[in-house]
């Protein structure tokens, strides 16, 4: 006879798939904001403090 499914293992693994498949998907956009924050930084040469205090003048 076969062994009997283990539910709570599955239901496990499956917690643990989808928590792998967060922990990607913040780490993804985490990459994408610091890639646009580099670009950023060096398109603009001026850091951000000093342009805010050109723009109220």
């Given at each position: 006879m076969?062994?009997?499914p283990?539910?709570?293992q599955e239901r496990n693994n499956r917690a643990r798939?989808?928590?792998q498949k967060a922990l990607d998907k913040q780490n993804e956009?985490?990459?994408k904001s610091?890639?646009?924050k580099r670009v950023r930084a060096?398109?603009?040469p001026a850091p951000a403090p000093e342009r805010a205090k050109?723009?109220?003048r």
């Open positions: 076969a062994f009997p283990n539910y709570n798939a989808k928590a956009r985490e990459d610091a890639r646009r060096a398109e603009d050109t723009e109220k």
